[in-house]
């Protein structure tokens, strides 16, 4: 029942982005090629609308193709491209060609847009940062919010690592001037809920493929004479991999459909409400746990040779574990929603997780 | 089968947010007037009042007196009544499980006479399964149903009855006759059991959690007339699977400590300490998650596919939340204020769940099972 969009970006993982050849491949020509087919299906740009020169997706459908990139662990910056693609579109900007990533990618960094036209301030962790071409800035200014572009060679990067070894970088705008930068209806706080969606779509993804892989493994691994499925303790923890899974698929596919949902209201106040936050903050939250939980699972059913450099199964859990940092770790949104939760008192907690 | 789990995101149609509201606004009524929050209370005027309703069996065909709502409306209702901790302890076994049986494979004329007073909150129903010598395996039981004239003579003992003091009619299951060498699962018979007839003796068992509702039943040549055969003779083991997605994936499995949560949140106040904070959003987090499990099951049963993989996970998931829900929260409220009647009431609801925490991954399917269940459905067994 995938979209056409979908398929069409599962045929491109398949040929370009399979994660035995990515793990083989140790400088990285897979990702040239991978980036380039991205590009011409159009998938880059997914989230902008056609009249600003993208593909003018729906929401819900750029989010399968996260979640489809999550099932081949991909490492690129596809989310972020199209995260960066929506945050301009809020503004009303075209987004130019090539990998760009979004600041602030956490919480609690305000960036400021000063008088001068200038960007000051500092983002941290910022996803595929010395990777990409351009950043989407989301940025306060006397005004208000304000979006813009910048040329990532315009700032400085300070390049690092994830966990599993894609690149980051803290983003340092020291006066970095922007080109028109426009007004929009958004604060950091949506932002990087919208951020934390489209990881828990990617993190649901890779637990699906998880799952898969340990129950395929699971029936053909023998020991003590028979496969390990057969016997109970290891079909116990399976049916507990199942459950984070489910848990994670659940709660991220929810968020991403109330994200979709709220993209069509138009008056932000409604846009944007409490229900949306404890949607996409409980997504992050959950799937955040599901990733923890399932990787250890999923380790212990492969054993010895789950751990080695040669297999790929850490391609997917040392992303499901890294992509917790990403947009705010799970306890930032936790205690965010815990305070939420009980500024609006007891009698109205189960109001609200009952309201949709 | 395969792996792919399904978990569509469901959203409930607007007739239900209408249903909600007027639900709402009755149980309001009934808590203020002074109806105990105690879900365990047998309180036949509410039971009533909610029959008056139409709240019970209220997906059934007008003519059993059900009101043909969708299986989403029902939801609401349930949970509603859960979240409130409504007592409706009276009615719940029938509305959930016995009414669907009877609709599905009782004769005409019993439908007619019995369905109508469910319907009305008149009529509790209890569950004869479980044996001394069989749990979770129910295909052990022992307890025989044997052909006499006009019907079957059942001698026997039933045991973990929940309400079977209290109740109306049993649904039973029954030895018809041996399991078959191929099949351990044949044999076995369900049948309607009115619990006023001669031959049955019900003994009380004590709960650690000072409930009395569980019973030990003794059938002594116990008379069971011929209509009251339920279903195919020798054939029970055909007739439990269908129903048990909606069974297992209801609002029920994991709602049912949520009290403690609320009591928390009180006692916390509108500005807890970071600690709390953080493990209260995890928390409402987590229930979020299940809730939109268990909301996407039922849509999908509503629309016709059977997601019985999914079902299952729902209430593994859900009863092992519930269980831990009050651990949870004792550690989060340790550092909050120790006096004041927030922390009184939080202290008794507490203690209530800690008293019952164990039993919530064993009623109705132990984790055990469950994990098995699912474990087939993934293809392992």
Redesign the interface.
């Known amino acids: 029942m995938a979209s056409p969009v979908t398929e069409a970006a599962q045929r491109i993982f398949a040929d370009l982005a399979d994660p035995q050849a990515v793990n083989r491949d140790a400088d990285g020509a897979w990702k040239a090629p991978l980036w380039r087919a991205l590009e011409e299906a159009g998938l880059t740009l997914a989230w902008v609308p056609e009249a600003l020169g993208g593909a003018g997706a729906r929401l819900a459908e750029g989010f399968e193709v996260l979640a489809a990139a999550g099932r081949y662990a991909l490492a690129a910056p596809l989310a972020e491209t199209l995260l960066a693609g929506w945050l301009l579109a809020r503004g009303g900007l075209a987004a130019p060609a090539g990998m760009m990533s979004v600041a602030p990618a956490q919480p609690g960094e305000p960036i400021r847009l000063d008088p001068d036209g200038a960007l000051r301030g500092r983002a941290r962790a910022v996803p595929f940062a010395p990777d990409v071409a351009h950043f989407a800035v989301l940025a306060q200014g006397a005004s208000g919010a304000h979006v813009a572009l910048v040329e990532a060679r315009a700032c400085k990067v300070d390049a690092g690592k994830n966990l599993a070894g894609d690149s980051l970088g803290n983003v340092s705008f020291d006066g970095t001037k922007v080109l028109s930068p426009a007004s929009v209806d958004l604060d950091p706080t949506e932002l990087l809920l919208m951020g934390c969606t489209a990881r828990a779509v990617q993190s649901a993804g890779a637990l699906e493929a998880l799952l898969e892989a340990a129950l395929r493994y699971a029936g053909e691994r023998v020991a003590f004479e028979r496969p390990i499925g057969r016997f109970q303790a290891v079909q116990h923890n399976l049916a507990r991999l199942a459950g984070e899974a489910s848990a994670a698929l659940a709660a991220s596919s929810s968020a991403a459909d109330a994200m979709e949902r709220a993209e069509r209201l138009v008056e932000r106040t409604e846009r944007f409400d409490e229900g949306v936050f404890l949607e996409t903050a409980a997504a992050k939250i959950r799937c955040a746990e599901a990733a923890y939980e399932g990787a250890a699972i999923a380790h212990q059913v492969f054993g010895a040779l789950g751990y080695s450099q040669e297999h790929i199964l850490h391609r997917f859990t040392l992303r499901l574990l890294a992509w917790r940092e990403d947009f705010g770790n799970e306890s930032l949104w936790a205690a965010e929603l815990g305070r939420r939760v009980a500024a609006r008192g007891a009698d109205e907690l189960w109001p609200l997780v009952a309201a949709r | 089968m395969s792996?792919?789990?399904h978990?569509?995101?469901i959203?409930?149609p607007p007739e239900c947010v209408r249903l909600?509201q007027e639900v709402r606004e009755f149980l309001r009524g009934e808590l203020d007037s002074g109806r105990g929050r105690r879900r365990e209370a047998f309180d036949r005027e509410f039971s009533r009042k909610v029959g008056a309703k139409g709240w019970i069996g209220m997906t059934w065909p007008e003519k059993y007196g059900g009101r043909a709502r969708s299986h989403l409306e029902r939801y609401v209702v349930t949970?509603?009544f859960l979240?409130a901790n409504a007592p409706v302890r009276l009615h719940f076994v029938a509305d959930r499980q016995s009414g669907p049986v009877l609709l599905r494979y009782a004769p005409e004329h019993i439908k007619a006479a019995i369905l109508p007073r469910i319907c009305r909150g008149e009529l509790c129903f209890c569950i004869g399964m479980s044996e001394p010598g069989s749990g979770s395996d129910l295909f052990a039981a022992k307890t025989r149903a044997i052909p006499t004239r006009g019907g079957f003579v059942v001698n026997g003992t039933k045991i973990w009855t929940s309400n079977a003091h209290q109740a109306d009619y049993m649904l039973g299951l029954f030895r018809t006759s041996p399991p078959a060498a191929d099949n351990r699962r044949h044999g076995l018979s369900q049948f309607l059991v009115d619990m006023k007839a001669p031959g049955i003796r019900i003994n009380p068992i004590r709960q650690m959690s000072g409930e009395q509702d569980f019973n030990e039943v003794v059938f002594t040549d116990a008379f069971i007339p011929q209509d009251h055969l339920l279903g195919e003779i020798d054939g029970a083991w055909k007739q439990a699977t269908s129903e048990l997605a909606y069974e297992r994936s209801g609002p029920e499995r994991f709602l049912e400590t949520?009290d403690v949560?609320?009591?928390l949140?009180?006692l916390?106040?509108?500005?807890?300490e970071?600690r709390?904070?953080?493990?209260?959003?995890?928390l409402?987090?987590?229930?979020?998650?299940?809730?939109?499990?268990s909301v996407?099951v039922s849509g999908m049963l509503a629309a016709g596919a059977e997601p019985v993989?999914?079902g299952s996970?729902?209430k593994?998931?859900g009863t092992l939340w519930e269980q831990r829900l009050p651990a949870r929260v004792r550690e989060l409220a340790a550092f909050a204020s120790t006096d004041g009647a927030a922390r009184a009431e939080f202290d008794a609801r507490l203690e209530f769940a800690t008293l019952i925490a164990p039993k919530l991954t064993i009623q109705g399917g132990t984790t055990?099972v469950?994990?098995?269940i699912?474990?087939r459905g993934?293809?392992?067994?």
């Open positions: 792996s792919a789990l978990f569509d995101p959203r409930l909600r949970e509603e979240a949520l949560l609320i009591a949140v009180r916390l106040g509108p500005q807890p970071l709390a904070a953080e493990g209260l959003g995890r409402v987090a987590q229930l979020h998650a299940l809730r939109r499990m996407s993989v999914e996970i729902v593994d998931l055990e469950l994990r098995g699912v474990a993934l293809g392992l067994r």
